[in-house]
């Protein structure tokens, strides 16, 4: 059976009380969903039509044709249920937020229940005395940027999918964002979670003090870990002041992607700590000036965007500019917030564009140290002309985290829908300089199903053996979201 | 045989080769000794002289009469080898810095080898276009600031005891300091460990790039883990531009260390994050003063120290003052270097004072949110009030950390040197209270043996169970410090 959208044989989940199902199949799912449905757990979806929208996520991973449920919970409750019925009948469950991930982490996969967390949303509370929030996992993370705003604090994180996404997805990935180069990734932000784990346990990790070292750092080991390892259901998150004074943003256009790069590493002999510094390549800049009709492209291939905050902000901006004049950028500086908002409009769209393209997209995501940067801009174009691949490049370039997209036309495509050899050569070689210049695969995005086939070799084969252990030791059957992150 | 120091049996490791040694036995570690010097493994120690110095930490634990040996590892090769011999003869392997510890996690236990770490002291790489710098475990920490200096950038993390604590230490305790508040702690500076597992094997956790989510955070995960999951053999640190301006720095004194308490939580309305927040409280400040003829007692009985830094250092420092003022601080405010410096001292001579007293020591470390500061200093002067026991106050109190010492006359020991009973029961209440605030027993110390007692109460039984499985995963012979962290 060929797989179309819109008729995956999620729809045929069977239900047969009574038969001994056996683990790992379509019965085994459909007892389990019996099961759920007569516990009264959740909202259990299993028609074609109403369970498409969990199959896949924003990396263009296709699931095919597979058969799943889906469970939206109601309460902490209904997830530890999930976890036992899943436990006892040996049906996968996949933790899913809102399904913005980049590497497949959320996609469906046979025979599995897809556990939606999206409708927890409560902020259930916030205290600016110490600077804590305490949310569910399915908030939108932007919602709690807003609440945290509401008592004069901040929530740091501001991955680009903030409006979108959810914490507990965020959490799940790590997600980083585009003032991680002042204020940290996820991680940095996480005090304490409430996690569910495969037997259907909860346990509390961390705690409220800023501080602490009791035991193993294990909410450190949950996030990032892509709901192999538990499924976290509340989370206590640090709320730093709003930064004084205004923020200043500059704008710096280079006649090259490379020149723009070169120039970002010196900004760091200034001194100054930038709270923003993003590049974007010429591509992004010309399909932005078609999309909106603006000249962004006619005055470089390479923009940077920087912003400094505090009370010392113009200061900082200015001997940030004097660097990037010197480089050899044409400049604009602002603390106008509607000239910011436009120029911040270009990276937000970049991120948003969801534009129909006749190609699509294999998002890498490596992150190297700033001083091979301009190396890593360098392979990437002679990979994008050696393998006859258009690579677009978006970085968070002051965390040395580049976005270098691969860009397939629907033609090229195999008729499954397959990525031509040719693209994961180019993926390959990319891979290969970023761990050769001391990088890593992925910066912020995960592993999923995208990047498993260069997990082993950035780990090694023994901590390769040790992180695959590490995960049977918490999830012994193999249920969490299982066949990601690890390929055998 | 009496406990007595400096007639430790570890002078009568008899060495026995050609017998069967019996795993955790003086027999087994005799014939580890004698494989350990016929392989040349680093400089083998056993008598009793030699290795006195190696049996304790600085928290005051006494390991009584324990036969061990030491090895003084040479190089990476053989902090591999004492591994190997240690799984093949059953004998406990004791990671060892500085000794600087307050919780007793680098204490000798019975039959063990004291794996010192401590002439690994290369700083192998340092590279300022990236920000990072590439270190053997056993280099004094202020070496790393040194060197970092020399370059241009800082090592951020500055606990109190650098200039005599090594990083492979800090790294195992996740070592806070002075100016965690703005900085963060060890592990926010940690990007990639090399560490030696059980069985002798050497991984690679990490990236030297500033981001990353491949896999499991296995660098967090040996972060903190007291040497009972693996041995740290080198560290990737991230370095961080030196502040630019000047320092300034404001010397605030209260009538108690409860109205210094409440002053310090005020002071994170104003939105500035000042660079240190440190309290001292009255009894600390008398020591200062009978030891160096100084009058800080006379003007309050809770001293705070705040810094800001930064090209709007200033005007921090100004916003800063204005609260603590209306708070009813008597108020210096200082950027000279040499009055700074003064101030410091004040801080700087309470961890390292070592002035011979007629009492000994038990040092508390719990950590609270910032809102219930005030609260656990109250409960901290009832405790003492109820118990009978004389309890310091010194925190880290920007961060909800305090050091809550309680001073035992030397009178009042048991015959075997034991704490009398009250001295516990204070203890106990005031982690209970640490607790019920949502902190955590430990906020940089770690558990060493110390704290074993309480681990199992903050973790919960599942928790608790989960992180046993975890040391097993690491080292199935439990060989990796056993005995401490966990009670059983």
Redesign the interface.
Known sequence: MPATAGSRRCGSVSEVPGAVPVPGTGQALAAAVARLRADGVGVVLTGAETTLPYARDRSGHDPGDVVFAVVVARSVADVQQVCRVSAEFGVPVIPRGAGTGYAGGAAATEGAIILSLGKLTAITGI?P????CVVEPGVITSEISAAARAV?LRYAPDPASAAISTIGGNIA??A?GLC?VKY??T??SVLALDVV?AGG?????G????????????T??F???EGT?GVVVGATLRL??????SVHTIAAFFETAEQATAAS?DL??????PSMLELIDGVHLSRIDDWRGSDFRARGAGLLLVQTD???AA??AA?LRDVLVRSGGEIEVTDDARRTDELLDIRRWTSQDQAPRPEITLNEDF??????LVEMVRLIEATSARFGVVITILA?IG???LHANLRIPRSELGPDGALPERAWLAADAMIAGALE???????????GML?RRW?RT???D???G??R??KT??DPQHLLNPGK?FLD
Chains 1, 2 share one sequence.
Request: negative net charge; glycine residues 18%; charged residues 15%.
């Open positions: 205290d005395d110490s600077g804590l004069g990935t790590n980083g991680c940290g990734v991680r940095d784990l346990e909860l346990i509390h990790t705690h409220r003090s800023i501080k602490g070292v009791s035991g193993y750092d294990l450190a080991l996030v990032g870990s390892l730093l002041p709003v930064p004084l004074g590493v760091f002999a200034t001194g100054v700590r505090g009370l010392a200061a900082e001997l992150a190297v140290p700033r001083h091979r968070h965390d040395g985290n210049f001391g990088g890593t695969i992925t910066g912020e995005h995960g592993i990047k997990l950035e780990l090694g023994v901590q390769y040790l992180q252990s590490l030791l918490f992150v």
